[in-house]
């Protein structure tokens, strides 16, 4: 079972709360909502005697849907959200089998399997925000007739999307077999994975889970989205069923070995039974779905205002964020406008943003620095008419005063730098990482790495060069913070062989003397991340995967490392986009915002104005 060494790469996840599952018993089919260690809680209607069926729940453990009805040719789905009290029913325009429903882990689609034109099963999805509207207590019947459709030559069941709904993963039942097939949204293309039936998509959207039917009985497999490989994950006499994965990648199904359907999570080599029943009892479980870490919160605050950007700089300074330069327009082009020298303020407080003076260079890839009565700005890519590329790195030392309003050049760093970070510890800012752009001759798109670390005296606003050198490798399109009085800095392309030779690295390096060491990798390669510290935890959003010799896609994870401890988990909680570039900052102590950054998503290829904030 070799999937079983990448399933331990994530730690165990404790803090996720909550689970659904179907229960059928004497008294017909319901939906359970349970907390582990708790009794479960009944979320159907039992007095109505209808079925209850197929529930999910969303990672942050408010809102559950499933179908329901009085037979599976009379279906609809109920929509529960606990923290409205607030409960709606989803109806067809004719009864039929409406079934499988699935939100995108980012809440924004509904997907679900219902007769489609030719009167077969297909897949539909509409967005959950624009019909889930109503506030209060009382049931609200609503009709599918504008839901959107995918794929209507196929019979299709099981949609599972992938967090943003750019991609989702089906059973197709094609000419007497039953498929496993994903379809891209982005290219509209299918691809047909392997014979089975009931997937399961991973939380961290590469492993894909479902079941098989060979020698007589059914087994659970998982297929590697990225590089093709499946294991057999289960080899029971009897069978087992509906796979699902826990936010660490833990494999759950159901299987009747004793009789009757149970619910167990594959825990290293061990079956081990995660809902307690009488091994005799007359009842089965089924049709597993787990939420996230629970104990987040997720909000949005005002977009910035201006044209959708990413590549900005920020910082937080007194109760404000500042927000400089950027990119806008679509992703590797680079025409004079798509290069900006915006500056806001955002007032904490007030949830409002304001204009201010512009930077005096129209740039992107560059961080800012806090101090006093001042925003520092720190080289940068810009445009560049008389170089082929037409980009450069700058060398300018941009001061904001905040008081007058206004900027002015008042130095120069030793190289020209950009796509570095920039950490302010006691006083100082340290420029780590980043390239020199500029092309050495006509075409050159390499660039120079850099390996010095350039520290600018908030003090003195003087620049000097460390006496020491960035441990390879060469990095840039990295993030980077300060913990504990260390530089640490997190993923990362790499100098060489690609453009995108993404890292795993995060390294901390100790600004007295340059000595460096290696934490625990990223259970990923990426660029591009955002990362911050929140509460003793090193937290990862979004930032772009490599999933294929030259496929990438923007990801909306949020992964966590407790710095106490030496594994990242995924928490199981994600971004509303799936995006890179994007950068963070303490709103306050309890809270990060995410701000911008760039997505690809429903053929769009574009930067984005979203303010996100988690707290814990």
């Given at each position: ?305 201006g044209n959708p950007r990413s590549s900005f700089g920020t910082v937080s300074h007194d109760g404000k964020i500042y927000m400089a330069g950027g990119h806008q327009g679509a992703e590797h082009t680079y025409p004079p406008e798509s290069f900006t020298d915006t500056f806001l303020a955002y007032d904490i407080n007030a949830n409002e943003w304001t204009e201010l003076a512009p930077r005096p260079h129209k740039a992107h890839g560059y961080q ?246 988690i707290s814990k």
């Open positions: 079972m070799k999937y079983l060494v990448l399933f331990g790469l994530l730690a165990s996840c404790s803090s996720f709360a909550d689970f659904v599952y179907m229960k059928e018993d004497a008294q017909g089919k319901s939906v359970q909502l349970q907390t582990i260690g708790d009794a479960p809680i009944t979320l159907n209607n039992t007095a109505s005697k209808q079925w209850a069926l197929y529930p999910d729940i969303t990672p942050d453990g408010n809102e559950f849907i499933y179908s329901e009805g009085e037979s599976q040719d009379n279906l609809h789905l109920t929509y529960v959200n606990k923290k409205k009290n607030l409960t709606q029913r989803f109806n067809l325009s004719e009864k039929g089998m409406l079934i499988h429903p699935k939100f995108s882990k980012n809440g924004q689609w509904i997907f679900y399997s219902a007769p489609g034109p030719k009167g077969k099963n297909t897949i539909f999805f509409f967005e959950r925000a624009s019909l889930v509207s109503a506030q209060g207590t009382h049931l609200n019947d609503y009709s599918l007739a504008t839901a959107q459709m995918l794929a209507p030559e196929d019979e299709a069941f099981f949609p599972r999307p992938s967090s943003d709904g750019n991609f989702v993963v089906y059973q197709r039942n094609l000419a007497g077999k039953k498929e496993i097939v994903l379809f891209d949204r982005l290219e509209n293309t299918k691809k047909v994975l392997v014979e089975g039936m009931s997937p399961a998509l991973s939380f961290d959207e590469r492993l894909i889970a479902f079941t098989s039917k060979k020698d007589g009985n059914w087994n659970v497999y998982v297929i590697d989205r990225v590089s093709g490989q499946i294991s057999q994950m289960t080899s029971d006499l009897k069978d087992e069923m509906a796979p699902t994965f826990m936010p660490d990648n833990t494999l759950v199904f159901a299987s009747n070995k004793s009789g009757h359907y149970r619910l167990f999570k594959l825990q290293d080599t061990k079956w081990v039974q995660i809902v307690e029943a009488p091994e005799q009892a007359e009842v089965d479980f089924y049709s597993p779905n787990f939420s996230g870490e629970t104990n987040y919160k997720q909000a949005q605050r005002a977009p910035f205002i800012l620095a806090a101090f006093g009565n001042y925003i520092y700005a720190f080289g940068g890519f810009a445009y560049s008419a008389v170089h082929k590329p037409k980009w450069k790195s700058l060398t300018s030392i941009d001061r904001y005063d905040i008081k007058l309003n206004v900027w002015e050049t008042i130095g120069h760093l030793a190289s020209p730098r950009s796509s570095n970070v920039a950490v302010t510890i006691d006083d100082k800012v340290y420029l780590a990482g980043g390239w020199n752009s500029t092309p050495k001759f006509d075409n050159d798109a390499d660039g120079i790495f850099h390996d010095t670390i350039e520290i600018f005296d908030l003090k003195s606003e003087k620049i000097s060069t460390a006496p020491y050198k960035l441990p390879a490798p060469k990095r840039r399109a990295l993030t980077g913070i300060s913990h504990n009085g260390k530089i640490v800095m997190v993923g990362g392309i790499g100098e060489g062989a690609s453009h995108f030779d993404l890292l795993t690295n995060v390294t901390a390096i100790d600004p007295k003397d340059g000595s460096s060491v290696e934490m625990q990798p990223l259970p990923f390669a990426t660029f591009a991340p955002a990362a911050e510290i929140l509460k003793n935890e090193l937290m990862v959003f979004g930032g772009m995967f490599k999933t294929g010799p030259m496929n990438y896609e923007y990801v909306s994870h949020i992964y966590s490392l407790d710095l106490g401890k030496t594994e990242w988990r995924h928490t199981g909680r994600f971004l509303k986009e799936t995006k890179g570039f994007s950068q963070v900052f303490h709103v306050d102590e309890k809270t990060l915002g995410v701000l911008g950054g760039h997505h690809y998503f429903q053929g769009m290829d574009s930067p984005v104005s979203t303010f996100e904030t």
